[in-house]
């Protein structure tokens, strides 16, 4: 074995076997002039304190977002308090509140599927609305578990456009009962 592979092994590292290093190496083992030596020192100094000041800048950027993150939830909690009294007052009334609370006017509302797996296929109803109550064979399903849940909820809740993502919850509870 060549001395340059006896050190490189006898170090703990992997002989060179190609590439640069093992052809900078075969130079070094056959008397060839070594590179010359690069003083890293003063480059090394401007790069530890780079890092350094990444690291407090971070820590700084950090801290103002946990403090702006506080100052949110404080107005949040304040408004709600305020607000409160004011929705009662309204509900006594009668008259329609204009400040709405934690779900927005153009949230569509709420809808629930039952699911049920069967010999022939998987039943699928929306809650409270048994007229929706439909079998969807295993061999269509298996085909496609998001198509036939979207088509579902297009045909019996609405278009995604106005009703949201519900045949993506629809497709998640298909899964989990046919798993």
Not at 7 to 29: C, I, N, Q, S, W
Not at 51 to 78: Q, S, W, Y
Not at 137 to 165: D, Q
């Amino acid at each position: 074995m060549p001395k340059a592979k006896k050190d490189a092994t006898k170090k703990g590292g992997v002989a060179p076997r190609g590439g640069a290093k093992a052809k900078a190496a075969k130079k070094l083992a056959h008397g060839a002039a070594a590179p010359p030596a690069v003083d890293l020192e003063p480059l090394r100094k401007p790069v530890e304190e780079a890092k350094a000041a990444l690291a407090v800048a971070e820590a700084e950027v950090h801290e103002m977002t946990e403090k702006a993150r506080g100052l949110i939830a404080g107005a949040k909690d304040a408004y709600r308090r305020a607000v409160a009294p004011y929705r009662e007052a309204c509900r006594k009334a009668g008259v329609a509140c204009e400040y709405e609370g934690g779900r927005g006017a153009n949230v569509s509302e709420k809808v629930s599927f039952e699911v049920e797996k069967m010999e022939k296929g998987v039943r699928v109803t929306v809650k409270g609305r048994p007229e929706t109550a439909e079998v969807i064979p295993l061999a269509v399903l298996k085909e496609s578990i998001n198509r036939c849940a979207y088509a579902f909820c297009e045909k019996h809740v609405g278009p995604r456009e106005t009703v949201g993502n519900k045949g993506g919850s629809l497709s998640n509870r298909l899964r989990a009962v046919l798993l």
